[in-house]
């Protein structure tokens, strides 16, 4: 079976999951966040080099005080604890974003787990954190203008700017929850990844959802604007 060396996933789904259940939404980001854990040590179990997790994107910033003050809460937690459980597990850990608008506590807190896995090599797991594909399009701009070292810019070059260089760019997106859009995530990156889109909320995802998401992966023939010949000629 061909097997995606990097999926990429949009938790979708924890504030319904609770709605259906009459509970508050912190009950859906609650029960989302154990998901993590599992769904990282199944990747890793399908040979997947990279899987990275839209956490919270920059428009969350819009959602209630009291809600995103939880996620915080939510995400200092893990950086105290589960993310060690990774650690041990082999697991390196990159957060992409903007960092300048969290808690400075997070911000080192962060730096510290990156540091712990920096040489970890069972799989590549990329959080991203206040993070949007056009934010992450303007950032390596900006970033390319400030060393003024090229008269010009290839996709090659472009890509090296990019949050989630060195990582490839993912061979497919799952988004959970029945939304389909991808919501400002990774826009450069998913020149050529495939889509899909399932019904189940976030905190029901599990190895079996995945296992059908890799399944139909494998069945796909990805193209990159070849025909199907051109392809053939190069097997």
Known sequence: MNIPKHIAIIMDGNGRWAKKRFLPRSAGHARGVKRVKEIVEHCSSLGIQTLTLFAFGRENWQRPAEEVSFLMQLLSIYLTKEFHKLHVQNVKINFIGDRTRLDPKIVEDMLKIEQLTAKNTTIN???????????????????????????????????????????????LLIRTSGVERISNFMLWQFAYTELYFVDTLWPDFDKKVLN???????????????TSEQLQGQE
């Open 212 to 226: 059908l998401a890799v399944k139909w992966f494998s069945a796909q023939e990805r193209r990159f604007g070849m």
């Open 125 to 171: 797991l990329n959080i991203a954190l206040d993070y949007s594909g056009t934010y992450d399009i303007v950032q390596a701009v900006n970033k390319i203008l400030a060393e003024k070292k090229y008269s010009e810019i290839t996709e090659e070059i472009f890509n090296q700017y990019l949050l989630s260089y060195p990582s490839s760019h993912p061979d």
